[in-house]
Each structure stands twice: as C-alpha cells, then as structure tokens.
C-alpha cells in the first residue's frame, strides 16, 4: 500500500527494527486471560496499565475510569445491545498485567459490507512482541469461533468511535476523543502480521484564517438563499437535535469505506453524556426546504481539562469539568457531512463559516477537523482549499484469520 510518509519524523521504528522482544527473560510466554468490568481488580489492573505505559509521557490523557467501565457494561452501553466484546489481558510470569485487548464483533458491519470480520480495540501492551503476540492470538480465537475470517482494528469500539493507531503527529497532544499511543504500537502490530488497510487523516488550522475569494463568493450566495436555514444545536433540544445529526450522519457517510451507522440508541446515549459538554455555537444543523441537510458537530478540547484529572471524576470534579470547558482553548470537528442530494450548493462552506464565526469569537486558539478517511478526497480538498494542514496520520490494521 506504498509506505508511511514522512516516517523518519515521527518516532516510529521501521518494521523489523522494533527493540520489543520476542519472549521475556527465561522463554517464559505471557498467559492470556479473558477479563470483565465487573472483576473490579483485574479491570483496576488494566487501567493502570496505561499508567505504567505513560507514566513520562507529558501528553497522555489517562481515560476516565467511569468511561471506560460503560464502554465495556453490556447493560449501558447501546452498542453492545446488538454487538459483542470480549476484553483479554496478558499476564507476565510475575502476574503483572503486560497489555490489553477487547475483541469485538459487529454484525452490522457484516451486513452493509458483507465482510466476515472481526475487530479488536483498547489495544495497551508494554514493549514486548510476545505480549502483543498473545494478546492479537486471543482476540483471533475468540472471533474464529464466532465465524470471522478478518480482523479490522483499532477500533474503540466501532468506527464512530476512536478508529485507528497514530502513526503520524507525535510530539504534540491528542485532541479529545482521538487515540494516541507508544510509537513502538506500529512495529508491535506489524510483527503480529497486520498490515495497512486504510489511514485516516486530521488537519487543523489557526483562527482568522481567512477564507479563499471563491469560498467567501459560495458563502455570500448560500447566506442569501432563504431556502437555507442553520440552527446551532439546543441543549434543551438534546435528544431531538442529536437524532437529527444522525439521520444526515449515517445519510452522508453511507458509501464511505469502513462506514457503520449510528444507531438511535447511541445517539441518545451521545445527547446524554458528550453533548452535556458542548459548545453550542460548535455544532450545527443545516435545513433545506426545512428537511435536515447537513451538520457539523463540534466539540471543546476536554483533554484540556482531563489531563488533570489522572483518569478519577466525582461530583466535584465533573462540576470542575463543567466549569473549565469555557476557558478551553483547543476545539475539534468530529464530524462535517451533507448528504449526497445538496452537495452542490455551498453547505459545507456555510457550515465551515459558522465554525470560523464561533473560532474567531470565542477565541480558541487551534481548530482540527479529525478524522477523514484518505479516499474521501472531496472534504480533504475542500479542507486544503481552505488552509488546512495535515497534521496527523492514524492507521486502520487488517489481516486475514481463517
């Protein structure tokens, strides 16, 4: 699939060069076990993990331990109504836990795409070969019984979720919502045999960028059409606006790569939790003829605050947490899309303006648009055209199982 750009800058080992060993010290393998949230120590023991991991890493945001016990709670979260997720940890012959993995199986996927594949998620491994070895082993097993002849990952825990490993973009935070990880993750997986199936890239601009003439000339001619109407996103409106976005989300997405939609249960469960956060004046709704045509969902930079946190909230600090949203100064695009019918008119541009609008006013200091799929060149080119820069780079792994 051609090699990572720009590799000698970001850190990463070449494949074949990584320094992780193959077994521990004594040839002693490390034991994989199948762990749940509800054994309290063995899910303490993971998180701190991560702990370990980047315990000197000054970017690392630790994930918040109430999160990460409803990501992996079958009766909270809406995913795994329907699909299903099975977390591994190896344990060295000390009994420490040297890494971690989730094996996840979405049937959706195999429907829209008609693909037998499986995925894997929540991948931490210390800098040991035979740990990831043993870890990606475990997931394979667990998929294999359930008729899965590809693995897909990462993926925490569908693609509307933290999709991809870094491999482009070290040396500065992760925007929230975002993975990050160990440069030596690349090498890890690459010894375990996958290979590149797809990257996905996100770019960032600084505020008062202006616009290009011709986007300026598109944005007067939209603002002028009466049949155009943007409504910011209401909190009061919360369930009806976030089942909105995710009509024109999974309408606009559809024929991408990778593409799962959302359902009606994890956008509700979005409008509860994420949403509580927003900055209104980062999320829109475009109407057409009043019919829902496209959006643009926006939210504060949260690392901003939650890296302070060490991965513990309570009441007082999730009032903490309310209250430092206003003095962030980070923001990110998670999504931006038009469903296919008013692609010609200018919407993305009038939505792009609304987020300019709120950039230049509020003032944040540094805007991304994160993730686009490198084969969507449509909104990468709209994206350069109006200054964009690439600044990272995540990659989606795959391998054959059968």
């Known amino acids: ?78 995913f795994l109504k329907y699909g299903k997720l099975q977390l591994f940890a190896a344990f060295s012959a000390s009994g420490e836990i040297d890494g971690s993995i989730a094996a996840i199986l979405n049937p959706i996927h195999e429907r829209i795409h008609g693909e037998k594949a499986g995925f894997f998620g929540l991948f931490e491994c210390a800098d040991s070969q035979a740990a990831a070895a043993a870890l990606v082993a475990g997931a394979e097993d667990f998929l294999r019984e359930h008729g899965c002849t590809t693995l897909i990952g990462p993926v925490n825990l ?96 559809a024929s991408l790569d990778e593409f799962v939609p959302m359902s009606q249960e994890e956008a509700l469960s979005l409008s509860k939790g994420l949403l509580t956060f927003a900055d209104p004046k980062l999320a829109w709704i475009a109407f057409y003829d009043e019919r829902p045509a496209g959006c643009i969902l926006g939210f504060p930079d949260l690392n901003e605050v939650l890296i302070h946190m060490n991965g513990r909230v309570g009441p007082l600090g999730m009032l903490r947490l309310l209250a430092a949203r206003w003095s962030i100064r980070g923001m990110r695009v998670a999504a931006l899309g038009v469903i296919p019918e008013y692609r010609s008119l200018g919407i ?43 600044t990272k780079r995540y990659r989606l792994y795959g391998k054959e199982i059968a």
Request: hydrophobic share 35%; proline share 7%; with cysteine.
């Open 158 to 253: 569908t693609t509307n979720d933290d999709t991809g490993l870094l491999i482009e973009g070290y040396g500065t935070p992760p925007s929230f919502m975002c993975n990050y990880c160990r440069p030596y993750y690349h090498a890890l997986l690459e010894g375990c045999g996958f290979r590149k199936r797809i990257d996905l890239l996100a770019y960032e601009t600084r505020p008062r960028l202006p616009f290009p003439a011709k986007y300026e000339r598109v944005l007067e001619r939209i603002s002028a059409n009466p049949r155009l109407r943007l409504q910011a996103f209401n909190r009061r409106r919360a369930a009806e606006h976030a089942l909105l976005i995710r009509d024109v989300y999974n309408a606009s997405f």
């Open 1 to 78: 699939m051609g090699p990572i750009r720009h590799m000698e800058h970001t850190g990463i080992e070449q494949p074949g060069a990584s320094k992780a060993s193959v077994a521990p010290a004594g040839g002693v393998l490390p034991e994989v076990k199948p762990i749940s949230s509800a054994d309290r120590a063995a899910f303490d023991s993971a998180l701190d993990l991560t702990r370990r991991l980047y315990a000197d890493d000054r970017f690392w945001v630790q994930p918040l331990a109430r999160e990460m016990r409803y990501r992996l709670d079958p009766a909270r979260n809406p």
């Open 348 to 390: 993305e541009t009038a939505l792009i303006s609304r987020i300019r609008d709120r950039v230049n006013s509020r003032p944040y200091h540094r805007a991304e648009f994160s993730t686009v799929l490198e084969t969507n060149f449509r909104m990468r080119r709209v994206l350069e055209s109006l200054g964009f820069q690439q």
